[in-house]
């Protein structure tokens, strides 16, 4: 596997670039599978995406926007056939918890005829600190339609060494992952750790979720950004994911990140500082 690099698709993102990180450290080849890479790879363009693939031994995929995006499983349908046709040997699919669109993605994957594994994942911690929300943190007022639905917030640092192993080692292969945080948080309770780890106070407020489409909208959001974020909030966070997954401790055999650690770890990096 080692003499083939790795394709990381969505290598600048949230998970993607520290999948690339933690690839550098055990000098692991490895090609960044973006639309500024080389060479480029554009999930808009699939005509970008055989010569991204050629000559690699695994894959990681992570789709952008979100699986749950119209057009995404054909995507993925087209991209794991022409992955297979192009001699890879390995996929690791990054999933959403929760999301039917994404678990017939999953099937795509798993019957695709390679090595595979699923890392089905819970709502990202790092969403408060390199998402949309951070800059409402650090204005100190964060509006959000999450009623007192609890989430498993996951580290993206948790999903990154997953991933990793699942690339470069043995023993992953037809493993489906759950990976959440370890304890259930509230939106609420999230900010007020947040406001604890920074020391300063930051409000929180419950809105609908025409409310919080007319924000975003405001703040010039494209639409499909809106959708997916209303999609996110309406349809999955419901209380579907109101529980604990073994799939870190499974993985690493140890326990995942928690957000207070989170928290504390961005805060002291001054992300959060009042703008």
């Not at 690339?20 to 639309?35: M, T, V």
């Amino acid at each position: 596997m080692k003499t083939a690099p790795v394709l990381i698709l969505g290598g600048t993102g949230k998970t993607g670039k520290r999948v690339a990180q933690l690839l550098a450290e055990k000098n692991w080849p490895f090609r960044i599978g973006s639309r500024s890479g080389s060479p480029a790879f554009d999930w808009e363009d699939p005509a970008t995406w055989r010569a991204a693939l050629e000559g690699v031994a695994a894959v990681y995929i992570s789709y952008y926007p979100d699986l749950a995006v119209p057009g995404a499983t054909d995507a993925i349908r087209t991209l794991t056939q022409l992955a297979k046709d192009s001699g890879v040997k390995r996929l690791v699919l990054l999933s959403g918890r929760g999301e039917k669109e994404a678990e017939a993605c999953e099937e795509i994957v798993s019957n695709a005829g390679m090595e595979w594994t699923v890392l089905r994942c819970a709502w990202f911690s790092q969403n408060f600190s390199e998402g949309y929300l951070l800059e409402p943190l650090q204005a100190g007022f964060v509006a959000l339609p999450a009623g007192h639905v609890r989430e498993p917030f996951i580290d993206t640092d948790d999903i990154a060494e997953v991933a990793v192993a699942a690339l470069t080692e043995e023993g992953h292969n037809g493993e489906l992952y759950e990976l959440t945080g370890p304890r259930l948080m509230t939106f609420a309770e999230a900010v007020a750790e947040v406001a604890d780890a920074t020391g300063q106070p930051i409000q929180y407020q419950e809105v609908s979720a025409d409310e919080y489409a007319g924000m975003l909208k405001e703040y010039g959001l494209p639409d499909d950004h809106i959708w997916l974020v209303n999609y996110l909030f309406s349809e999955v966070l419901d209380g579907r994911n109101e529980s604990l997954a073994d799939g870190v401790q499974r993985a690493l055999k140890r326990t995942p990140r928690d957000f207070k650690a989170y928290a504390q770890a961005t805060a002291a990096s001054g992300i959060w500082a009042r703008q």
